[in-house]
């Protein structure tokens, strides 16, 4: 089955500087990749998803990054703010679209 | 209801007893799951079903059990509770053909197994 890494566990960063978070995939077959945030004590919620034919995807501060050929994807977060931490996963599905399998994530604190 | 609900919201439970966690969705997702999320592990698929009337195992399925009735429920059970099974479980949908991966989580369920 697929395995998905993400690093790294935790990360601090002061308040406007930028975030990165890269996951690595072992199945070439994947081929959908969302990001989840998890705030304390919350379910995780959807905040960017990347298909496996596009190499980039922008939504505001957020962008994600995939390389098929390395099998490794990245979640950039720009101009970060106190309300940006929360633990992050990354997942990756299998070409059937049954399973996800998600990465261990990312404790993410944005420093004010 | 609105969305996927779980319940109970947490539980503590002794070891050896049987437990039923209970999701409901109203959103006519095809798809459902069950996950667990323990620390440092991040979130386990433990099975999940398609549609209703069929289900498939995850990667952690051992000690748990699923059924799928209908479209909108998909209960969990734990036959005989072991501490291992100490953690928080997700159920989450999905439609079926839309092609997303965006699932939608319950606020889950704290289960304590002593």
């Known amino acids: 089955g697929e395995n998905v890494e993400q690093h790294p566990s935790t990360l601090s960063v002061q308040e406007g500087d930028s975030a990165v978070i890269k996951c690595t995939y072992s199945?070439?077959?994947?081929?959908?990749f969302p990001w989840y945030k998890q705030e304390l004590g919350k379910r995780p919620q959807l905040i960017i998803d990347i298909r496996s034919n596009v190499g980039e995807k922008k939504d505001q501060r957020i962008a994600v990054t995939l390389n098929k050929t390395a099998k490794h994807f990245s979640l950039h977060i720009t101009e970060t703010q106190p309300e940006d931490s929360a633990v992050y996963f990354c997942a990756a599905r299998d070409n059937t679209g049954n399973q996800f399998y998600f990465g261990t994530g990312t404790s993410l604190t944005v420093i004010p | 209801i609105a969305g996927i609900t779980q319940a109970p919201t947490s539980q503590i439970l002794a070891a050896g007893r049987r437990m039923t966690l209970r999701c409901t969705q109203d959103?006519?997702?095809?798809?459902m799951y069950w996950y667990r999320q323990d620390l440092g592990l991040g979130l386990r698929l433990i099975h999940y079903?398609?549609?209703?009337?069929?289900?498939g195992k995850g990667e952690v399925p051992d000690g748990y059990s699923v059924s799928r009735a209908n479209t909108d429920d998909f209960p969990l059970t734990l036959a005989s509770a072991v501490p291992s099974q100490t953690s928080v479980y997700f159920c989450?949908?999905?439609?079926?053909?839309?092609?997303?991966?965006?699932?939608?989580f319950g606020e889950g369920s704290r289960l304590t197994v002593l």
């Open positions: 079903s398609n549609t209703a009337g069929t289900t």
């Open positions: 989450a949908s999905r439609p079926q053909g839309a092609d997303t991966g965006e699932l939608f």
């Open positions: 199945d070439s077959a994947s081929n959908y």
């Open positions: 959103m006519r997702h095809n798809a």
